[in-house]
C-alpha cells in the first residue's frame, strides 16, 4: 500500500458522552486504524512520505520498552512496505508491545541508558545510518516539524462548532499541530502527562508564536510519565464502565481526568462545545496489565 493512502483516513468518528454531569464529545482517533492508531497515525505521515520521496527501505526510531510509537512505526512500516529497526531503551525484554512489534517485522536493538540518551547527538546517528544501510530516522515520540505539519490536520477531522479541544502532552507534536491549525474562536487545553512546568517552554517552543488561547496544565500527571496512583486506575474503569471507551493510565485517562476537574473547578463551563483528542494508546494497556497485574478494558 503506498504511504499517502494508508495514511489518509476517510473517517474518524466523534461519540457523544455524559459522565458525572459533564456532556461532551471524544474525538476517537484509537479508531482510524486497530494498530497504528491515533495521533502517531497523523505525526507519522510526513515523515513516511519524505522517507518515499528520497527512497529509503528502511526506516528506524527509538522507544522504550512499552512505546505506542515503536508499535505505530512497526504496522505502518510493515504496511507500506518499509523494513523497521526499533532501538529500545534499557535490557533485553519480552512484553505484549515488544512482541507486537516483532511479529509486525520491526528489527530490535536494546541499548543501554547512557548510549539511549545520546539518540539526539548527530555524531551517533551517523553511526546508526552506517550500521543500519542509511535509513529513515524518526526521533523518539516522533515529534519534529513533519509531524506537527501533520497533526495540524487533525482538524480536517474537528467540526468547527467545537471552541474548546483538549488533548495530551507528551513530547508536544499532537499538542503543537492542534494549536497552529486551530480558528481563533477555539481554545486548546493540553494535558500534561510529564511532571514539571518546564514542559510549558517545551511547547512554547513548538507552536506558532502567533497562536494564542491556549494552556497547559501540569495537575494531573499523578507522579510523572508512566507514575499512576489507585485513583486513576478507578477512574479508568467507571469511565469505560459508563461509556464504553478506554482508556489508558499513561495518556488518555489523565486527560480526561484533568477535563473532568478543570470542569469540577469550574475552570470549563458546562456550555462550551468540548472535544476530547483520544490519542490511541491503547496497545499499552495489556503490558500495564501484566505488570501490575490490573484488568483494565484494552479495546
Known amino acids: 500500500m503506498s504511504v499517502k493512502k494508508f495514511f489518509s483516513p476517510d473517517h474518524v468518528p466523534i461519540q457523544r458522552v455524559q459522565f458525572a454531569g459533564l456532556i461532551f464529545d471524544i474525538l476517537r482517533l484509537d479508531k482510524i486504524h486497530q494498530g497504528a492508531s491515533g495521533n502517531k497515525f497523523f505525526k507519522l505521515k510526513y515523515n513516511f512520505l519524505e522517507a518515499e520521496k528520497n527512497g529509503h ?88 516539524e513533519k509531524a506537527i505539519k501533520g497533526t495540524s490536520e487533525i482538524h480536517d477531522f474537528i467540526p468547527h462548532h467545537y471552541n474548546l479541544i483538549t488533548a495530551c502532552f507528551g513530547t508536544g507534536g499532537t499538542l503543537a499541530g492542534l494549536i497552529n491549525g486551530k480558528s481563533d474562536h477555539q481554545k486548546i487545553i493540553g494535558v500534561s502527562v510529564l511532571k514539571g512546568d518546564w514542559v510549558k517552554e517545551e511547547l512554547r517552543n513548538l507552536v506558532d508564536q502567533e497562536k494564542e488561547n491556549w494552556e497547559l496544565s501540569t495537575l494531573y500527571h499523578f507522579g510523572g510519565y508512566a507514575k499512576w496512583k489507585p485513583e486513576l486506575i478507578d477512574f479508568i474503569m467507571e469511565f469505560y464502565e459508563k461509556t464504553g471507551i478506554p482508556l489508558d493510565p499513561i495518556y488518555t485517562g489523565k486527560m480526561i481526568y484533568g477535563l473532568m476537574m478543570e470542569w469540577k473547578k469550574d475552570n470549563i463551563s458546562s456550555d462550551d462545545h468540548i472535544l476530547a483528542i483520544h490519542s490511541g494508546g491503547l496497545q499499552g494497556i495489556a503490558g500495564f496489565n501484566q505488570r501490575f497485574g490490573l484488568d483494565l478494558a484494552e479495546q
Open 57 to 144: 527501505i528502511k526506516i528506524l526510531t527509538f522507544g522504550g520498552a512499552f512505546s505506542n510509537h515503536i508499535v505505530a512505526i512497526a504496522i505502518s512500516a510493515k504496511s507500506c512496505g518499509f523494513k523497521s529497526i526499533g532501538i529500545i531503551r534499557g535490557e533485553e525484554v519480552n512484553n505484549p508491545t515488544l512482541n507486537l512489534a516483532k511479529k509486525n517485522g520491526m528489527e530490535l536493538h536494546f541499548i543501554n541508558r547512557d548510549d539511549y540518551r545520546l539518540k539526539d547527538n548527530p555524531d551517533f546517528l551517523e553511526d546508526l545510518k552506517k550500521r543500519f544501510d542509511n535509513p529513515f530516522i524518526i526521533p523518539e515520540g516522533g515529534t519534529n
